[in-house]
């Protein structure tokens, strides 16, 4: 067996994106080591949410690389990319109106679930199986992020904090092995987000990588291993906590920008 | 030559009708992306008001001409405050379709209930004598035509381009929300848009009244004619609009002149088809990109209503019942017992759309279309080679799957509505086919002889048994769908539907779920088909052409998208009442039309699906099993 540490989860290479003259990213590379929390920071408009629909292929990429576990995923549609075990959680929680809490978080299994669509219509046992499987774990997960009597409302009823909370656990239901937040803590209150930290400690200890990008920079000193700066689309700085709170380029780029 | 520019002059002319046409559709579509099938219908009406006018009143052409366009800009603005406009502010895309479906026939229906189905045609404005130009005649209303076509645009074109009024229409188009924080009334802007579409198309049918004839369902055909010549030239762009429109009229017009007549038809949705798939934004495209990380339809209006398996398969044994109850007053009246078995067979076909629309939200406007294939396959084996009917219905709906599967690769690469405009356009190709072929499909006249499903030597030769044998079927494939529908591909579905990017981020493969529900949905509708010949024996044109279409469209809606049972409630609402109380089937088609105009807005769940909730809000208790709550837009 490999050591987990040798192949990166994921590893970007000089990405570049422009949207219409205008470079929103600018050579990004950095890497992910499996089974540990990075940190994407940086200003509003800094390019983050926009790194990660490159990473997704929600948006093609100008040029540069970007491999998942070794494999290139650079060019591969969302789906496939989704299927691999890459999931993501949208910055406005991008919940399925229309559904139930309950459906919402069953349909992030999908990618687990292999039974041909004909025979979950004639009624197979292994179709009545996996469901089966698929609505007891959906339900647990739910339990414990005290969602479980919300489970038959219509997802869109829920409140903004709520929703985006039913996202990330739709996105746990996909057993991803690296998973993407954008904003989690937007728009929750200290104990909320304190519980959230002990959560994507949790998430990270359970063996699947993550890439967050937070504005709250005392949950992402406590529980990131790596943080990346970027700045107007540059990489202003890649590091640990520690290394970070020291960099003058971020102070200056980030910090500083902030308070004044 | 000779020959050739005057057949240049006659599509010069149809052109222009079309190029007006298209003219209204890309206004509407500029200012609300929405697209309004009723185009054509205001552009009948004008006509028969003017010539109400004239026959009744005595009134000159002229005047005439004018009380009908001021009939149409009253009658279009009424509709568009009561139900266009209110209609953007809460329906998704695909329900606004639907809605202007409804205003179309409700508009078609009131005409038929006013004017009859007699064919009218209106005085020409300055004589009937043609004049000759190099020896080429031309009618002098073609003259009229042409100069009324030229002043239209350029009007238009200035309105848009240096008026107050223009730029808020295009600021309206490009971000409502900011336009409405400018000050821009976009309610008011998006109703203007509306009856000033409606007035172009009324002007269109009055000039072109003299060159034609024109009845109370004339206004479906322009509908189409003019929406496919926007959607060539690019929808949106009024330039594109007026050269979409000569491009069609020109194709017909030549392909009539030196194909047939009746291919003349079916070389414009070729036409379309494949300008759809080689271009799809059309020859002169328009309209600014979008982020495609932000939703682009954010307006969702359903209630989530979720049935227990078991209680679909209760509600299944229920639906079995009332049919088997009707039986007895079936039995004592044929013509009833008749309805019955339409009505259950329409209510397959129905079943398919609400597959692909009350779960996968794509709009099909070529249900028709797919029960031809399967009708006219079927049949022709059976009456021409004697092929087993099982045989011939198993044919039907291989050869339905094969054009799905096209047409559904082609247009499902594209966004939005473009696999309404070519199942459309689908639907319309195979209804010029089924009337062109004569020597297969017995063409307009229909084919006779079709002999009755048999199954192992057992015919099902009387109504009854055909009843017992499509309940059966319907038994069957409501339990399947049921269990589909409830598991992971249901779910599926309904996940492309609400937001087919976060979709896509859970690795669903959105076009795959897309042309596997139209699939389902082109299958059932063949196998409607064809049980339809067998049951009649007899299979025509008219029975299974796009009008039926878009009344399969207002049964779903009104029944209930997104529940498999609640069509049977449409369909039997519309199949059955008119056999029921005879003096209704004149209101028929206004009916429908005013029954889907109002679910679409205020029933969003339809009959059956407002029912159910009403059910469960007054047995509370049961809720775990059943989820009913109303999502907010
Ligand atoms: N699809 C797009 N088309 C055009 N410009 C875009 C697109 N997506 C992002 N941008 C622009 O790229 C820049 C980076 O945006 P992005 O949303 O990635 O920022 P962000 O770092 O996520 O900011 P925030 O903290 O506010 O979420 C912004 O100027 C934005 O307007
Ligand atoms: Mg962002």
């Given at each position: 067996m490999n050591a987990p540490s040798e192949v990166p989860a994921l590893d970007i290479r000089g990405i570049n994106k422009t949207f219409g003259g205008v470079?929103?990213?600018?050579d990004a590379s950095f890497s992910v080591a499996p089974g540990t929390v990075t940190a994407l920071i940086g200003p509003n408009g800094a390019g983050k949410t926009t790194l990660f629909n490159l990473i997704t292929n929600l948006l093609p990429p100008n040029s540069g690389s970007i491999q998942f576990f070794g494999q290139?995923?650079?060019?591969?549609a969302a789906e496939k990319i989704a299927a691999l075990g890459l999931i993501r959680a949208f910055q406005t929680a991008r919940i399925f109106p229309g559904m139930t809490v309950l459906e919402n978080v069953a349909m992030g299994a999908h990618r687990l679930m292999k039974v041909p669509a004909y025979r979950q219509m004639l009624l197979s046992s292994a179709a009545r199986r996996e469901e089966r499987d698929v609505r007891r774990r959906a339900e647990m997960l739910l339990d414990i992020a005290g969602l479980h009597g919300e489970r038959n409302r219509a997802a869109s009823d829920l409140p903004m904090g709520a929703q985006k909370l039913l996202e990330v656990i739709r996105a746990l239901m996909a057993a991803p092995r690296l998973l993407l937040l954008d904003e989690p803590a937007a728009g929750l209150n200290d104990t909320e987000t304190a519980e959230l930290a002990a959560m994507l400690g949790a998430i990270r200890d359970g063996g699947v990588t993550l890439l967050v990008v937070e504005h709250n920079m005392s949950l992402v000193m406590g529980v990131a291993d790596q943080i990346v700066v970027l700045d107007a689309g540059r990489t202003v700085a890649i590091g640990t906590p520690s290394e970070i709170r020291n960099n003058r380029a971020v102070i200056e780029a980030y910090i500083g920008r902030e308070d004044g | 030559m000779h020959q050739a520019i005057q057949i240049a002059v006659g599509g010069l002319l149809q052109g222009c009708i079309f190029g007006l046409l298209a003219l209204g559709f890309s206004l509407i579509y500029r200012v609300t992306a929405a697209v309004n099938l009723a185009q054509g219908a205001f552009c009948i009406f004008a006509a028969l008001v003017t010539s109400s006018c004239e026959q009744a009143f005595g009134m000159p052409v002229m005047i005439a001409g004018l009380v009908g366009v001021a009939a149409t800009a009253a009658l279009s603005a009424l509709l568009g405050a009561a139900v266009f406009v209110p209609g953007l502010a809460r329906l998704p895309g695909s329900t606004m379709f639907i809605l202007t479906v409804g205003l179309l026939t409700i508009l078609q229906g009131a005409s038929l209930v006013v004017w009859g189905s007699q064919s009218y045609t209106l005085t020409t404005f300055s004589g009937e004598r043609p004049i000759s130009l190099l020896g080429i005649s031309i009618p002098t209303q073609g003259l009229w035509l042409i100069g009324v076509t030229i002043v239209i645009t350029s009007a238009l074109a200035l309105l848009l381009a240096r008026t107050r009024m223009g730029r808020a229409f295009r600021a309206c188009a490009e971000n409502p929300l900011a336009a409405n924080l400018m000050g821009i009334g976009v309610r008011r802007m998006q109703l203007l848009s509306f009856v000033l579409a409606a007035v172009i198309g009324g002007i269109a049918g009055i000039v072109i009244g003299p060159i034609t004839s024109f009845q109370f369902d004339t206004g479906g055909m322009y509908t189409m004619f003019g929406f496919i010549a926007a959607v060539i030239g690019g929808i949106g762009s009024p330039l594109g609009a007026v050269v979409g429109g000569l491009c069609l009229g020109l194709a017909t017009q030549f392909a009539a002149a030196y194909m047939s007549s009746l291919f003349s038809n079916a070389l414009a949705l070729s036409l379309l088809l494949v300008i759809l798939i080689w271009r799809p934004s059309g020859i002169f495209s328009s309209g600014p990109a979008r982020r495609q990380d932000v939703r682009d339809e954010p307006r969702i209006h359903r209630a989530v209503i979720r049935l227990g398996l078991r209680r679909g398969l209760l509600l299944s044994a229920v639906a079995a019942a009332g049919l088997l109850g009707a039986l007895p007053w079936g039995l004592q009246s044929g013509g009833l017992m008749s309805s019955v078995v339409i009505t259950a067979i329409l209510f397959l076909a129905v079943i398919g759309l609400d597959v692909l629309m009350g779960f996968a939200g794509q709009v099909s406007l070529g249900q028709g279309g797919f029960m031809a294939i399967g009708g006219y396959t079927a049949s022709i084996l059976a009456v021409r080679y004697d092929v087993p009917p099982l045989v011939g219905t198993l044919a039907g709906i291989a050869l339905s799957l094969v054009c799905a599967l096209i047409l559904g690769i082609g247009a499902m690469r594209l966004r939005g509505l473009y696999l309404a405009i070519a199942t459309l356009a689908f639907g319309l190709l195979v209804d010029s086919l089924t009337v062109g072929l004569e020597n297969l499909?017995?063409?307009?006249?229909g084919l006779v002889g079709i002999p009755s499903f048999s199954l192992g030597g057992f015919v099902f030769d009387t109504p009854l048994r055909n009843f017992y044998l499509i309940a059966a079927i319907l038994v069957v494939i409501l339990t399947v769908l049921t269990a589909g529908m409830r598991g992971g591909f249901g779910r599926a579905l309904l996940a492309v539907r609400a937001d087919p990017l976060a979709a896509a981020a859970l690795g669903v493969d959105v076009r795959r779920y897309k042309i596997g529900a139209f699939c389902i949905c082109a299958a059932l509708g063949s196998l409607a088909g064809s049980l339809y010949g067998f049951y009649f024996h007899f299979l025509s044109p008219e029975m299974v052409g796009t009008p039926i279409s878009f009344q399969m469209l207002a049964m779903l809606v009104i029944g209930g998208e997104?529940?498999?049972?609640?069509p049977l409630c449409g369909v039997a609402l519309i199949t059955l009442l008119p056999t029921i109380f005879q003096p209704l089937a004149q209101y028929k088609t206004m009916g429908s039309g005013l029954l889907l105009i109002l679910c679409a807005l205020y029933l969003p769940s339809g009959i059956f699906g407002t029912a159910i909730t009403w059910l469960m809000r007054m047995r509370p208790e049961r809720g775990g099993v059943l989820a009913v709550r109303r999502s907010t837009p």
């Open positions: 470079q929103a990213i600018f290139s995923i650079g060019q591969m | 499909t017995g063409g307009p006249s997104g529940t498999l049972f609640g």
